[in-house]
């Protein structure tokens, strides 16, 4: 079964204090895994995907990364609008069937002034 | 370019009722999946629509059932609702498939007492 475990659950920064995010999983055969930004209240936000070991992407203050068994997503000189949960999800290359996302439980971010 | 809809905002139904949630996809795409998310968990996928035909469902009982629509909107239907069914309902849009990228609609917040 395809798993996803994120970590830490949750994280206090203060603001220009760099950090990371892990995501760990378990998938039979990867076809890609993404990364979200949730709000409160409201739907996740597309940030990136990731199809390979080695990869990179980057968008203002995150870069992700993925490696065979786990993805990072590193938050460089965060600023308070960085903070929400940010959520790791995998899909599963499958033969037929559906092409679902499996998400973890997200870390929530909170970065202070 | 319209992003992923979804209607109603918030609703509170009574243990036993019956719900209808809606969702039009952004525009050109033809595949939906939607997902429960209870508080404080990832999104957890209930099925997916691929122009207007199931493609795919998450272990969710029968009273949760769908409906694509030629023009690519999605209903989902929950018969004899139950206390657990409380949580936010998300719709996502995906251009077509293989699914990449799926971008979330702001979710229906459905309280069951």
């Known amino acids: 079964e395809d798993q996803v475990t994120q970590s830490p659950e949750a994280l206090r920064l203060q603001e220009g204090e760099s950090s990371s995010l892990n995501c760990s999983y378990t998938?039979?055969?990867?076809?890609?895994l993404f990364w979200y930004r949730q709000d409160p209240g409201k739907g996740p936000e597309f940030l990136f995907t990731?199809?390979?070991a080695g990869e990179e992407k980057e968008k203002e203050r995150l870069k992700a990364t993925l490696t065979k068994k786990e993805s990072f997503l590193h938050i460089t000189a965060p600023k308070p609008e960085d903070s929400a949960t940010y959520l790791c999800?995998?899909?599963?290359?499958?033969?037929?069937?559906?092409?679902?996302?499996?998400f973890g439980k997200g870390t929530k971010l909170t970065v202070n002034p | 370019e319209t992003g992923v809809t979804q209607s109603p905002t918030h609703l509170i139904k009574t243990r036993g009722q019956q719900v209808t949630l809606r969702c039009s996809s952004q525009?050109?795409?033809?595949?939906v999946s939607w997902y429960q998310q209870a508080l404080g968990q990832g999104p957890q996928f209930i099925f997916q629509?691929?122009?207007?035909?199931?493609?795919g469902r998450g272990n969710f009982p029968p009273r949760f059932s769908g409906l694509q629509f030629p023009n690519y909107s999605s209903e989902l239907n929950v018969n004899a609702l139950e206390l657990d069914d409380s949580a936010l309902y998300l719709c996502?849009?995906?251009?077509?498939?293989?699914?990449?990228?799926?971008?979330f609609g702001p979710g229906t917040r459905l309280t069951v007492t």
């Open positions: 996502a849009s995906s251009l077509s498939l293989p699914v990449n990228e799926q971008y």
């Open positions: 990731l199809y390979s």
């Open positions: 525009s050109g795409h033809n595949t």
């Open positions: 629509y691929y122009r207007e035909e199931e493609n």
């Open positions: 998938v039979s055969g990867l076809r890609g």
């Open positions: 999800a995998v899909q599963a290359k499958k033969g037929g069937g559906s092409e679902k996302l499996v």
